[in-house]
């Protein structure tokens, strides 16, 4: 109860995490809704969802990455190499708690031409984080654009799109590359390292520094603002709505 959230949307979660940890699976929960109705659920663990994309008739390409990790870099890769070419990109990162802060990156060079900055790292001594006298995070994020898609893209994010998401989300934005479509992000992107073993298995993550976008904006406590606010089940249908019809802009 005393643990501290970056976002008033991540302490959101903690209903569900004291559910998983208060007894083993399965689960039952009650729901009332706003008339008064009850509705049980049984609630089993499920295996975490994968990288993912289909088409469809229209050639529109939904893409899903609920982790950022090799494995979501290649799969993005290989929906965009397929022929013909989407009509429009919808990349769907609801739900997403992130990964690799570098594969945000490398995934964001999927769809830009051109090199950029796109967020730079605030550390206590204003060095970049180094180990055994090697730079391992620069200063400066940058981005070196592969243009592997430059159609109309729309993303989708919720209150629990985080960390590395929010990057890959926030770069896309910062570049008018692609508008957001859903509700305001959860606001938990300082950068770390990784976990740290404790005594008795337990393991503990640090935020080692601050990670604000290449234009000021800080994302941490706050989270991306959509361009365009949805309710969840409808922003796959937003975002066809909007960028189907007409011309975006090209890609920076």
């Not at 569900?16 to 609630?43: C, F, I, K, N, Y």
């Not at 088409?55 to 939904?62: G, K, M, N, T």
């Not at 609801?94 to 605030?122: D, N, T």
């Not at 590359?177 to 950068?191: D, Q, T, V, Y």
Request: aromatic residues 4%; charged residues 25%.
């Amino acid at each position: 109860p005393q643990r501290a959230e970056s976002s008033p949307r991540a302490a959101e979660q903690h209903g569900l995490r004291q559910l998983w940890h208060s007894a083993p699976a399965p689960w039952t929960v009650e729901l009332v809704d706003p008339h008064g109705r009850h509705q049980v659920m049984r609630l089993e663990p499920a295996s975490p969802p994968q990288a993912s994309y289909r088409r469809d008739a229209e050639r529109v390409l939904e893409l899903r990455l609920p982790n950022l990790d090799d494995a979501a870099l290649g799969e993005a890769e290989r929906a965009l190499r397929e022929r013909p070419a989407p009509s429009l990109v919808v990349l769907d990162l609801r739900g997403s708690r992130g990964g690799a802060g570098a594969i945000a990156l490398r995934v964001m060079e999927l769809f830009v031409q051109g090199e950029h900055e796109i967020a730079r790292l605030e550390t206590r001594d204003g060095e970049p984080i180094r180990r055994g006298g090697q730079t391992v995070v620069p200063l400066s994020q940058r981005i070196q654009g592969r243009d592997l898609y430059a159609g109309p893209m729309a993303v989708l994010i919720d209150a629990a799109t985080a960390s590395s998401s929010e990057l890959l989300a926030g770069g896309l934005q910062l570049l008018e590359r692609a508008p957001l479509i859903g509700e305001a992000s959860c606001g938990c992107m300082n950068a770390s390292l990784g976990w740290f073993a404790l005594p008795g298995g337990a393991q503990l993550l640090i935020s080692e520094a601050r990670l604000p976008m290449a234009d000021g904006r800080r994302i941490e406590r706050v989270g991306l603002q959509p361009d365009y606010r949805s309710e969840y089940s409808d922003a796959p249908f937003e975002a066809r709505k909007l960028l189907l019809p007409s011309q975006v802009r090209a890609p920076v």
